[in-house]
């Protein structure tokens, strides 16, 4: 079994909800309803830790910085932003010294990844930074682009 805890669930306060990802044995001899029950920790989410589930949380961070898609799963640790999906794909293409790629779920983060992160600021700030001179006939891309056109808007 392994804890996993999903931006849209990780605000709440000291509960984790877990997913059964391994065995499925046992995740069929589950009820549906078990299989996404909060845990009440003994403790709250401390230091380092609690510092990006509160970066997470600004509404900046709740959208893919490059297409604006909501609730992104991913993060480029070293960029400071945060990533859908297909925009995550595109980063880890770039490889890991330019774009280190990292799930927000699944993956263990060090705590360098999360001083980057938190050194960064989020979205925003590295948007105003990576964004400032884009040509205006360059837009950004949006959720359902090609991914030829979002390769192209990153790599630029």
């Known amino acids: 079994i392994r804890l996993l805890t999903p931006p849209s669930m990780f605000c709440a306060g000291t509960e984790i909800f877990f997913v059964v990802v391994s065995y499925p044995k046992f995740a069929s001899n589950m009820s549906a309803a078990n299989r996404s029950q909060p845990i009440k ?9 609690r510092k990006l ?4 949380l600004k509404s900046d961070n709740r959208v893919c910085a490059d297409c604006s898609a909501p609730d992104p799963k991913w993060a480029s640790s070293n960029i ?5 999906l297909k925009c995550g794909d595109v980063h880890r293409a770039l490889g890991q010294d330019i774009s280190n790629v990292l799930s927000l779920t699944l993956d263990d983060w060090s705590d360098s990844d999360i001083d980057s992160m938190i050194e960064v600021g989020g979205n925003s700030y590295a948007n105003s930074i990576y964004e400032a001179f884009l040509p205006k006939d360059h ?15 990153i790599r630029w």
């Not at 920790?41 to 830790?49: D, E």
């Not at 589930?53 to 997470?56: F, Q, R, Y």
């Not at 400071?80 to 859908?84: D, E, T």
């Not at 837009?139 to 808007?153: G, V």
Request: aromatic share 10%; with cysteine; glycine share 6%.
């Open 41 to 49: 920790l003994n403790r709250p989410v401390v230091g380092k830790a």
């Open 80 to 84: 400071g932003v945060f990533l859908c």
């Open 53 to 56: 589930k509160d970066l997470m």
């Open 139 to 153: 837009p950004k891309p949006k959720p359902d682009s090609p991914m030829e056109y979002r390769t192209k808007f």
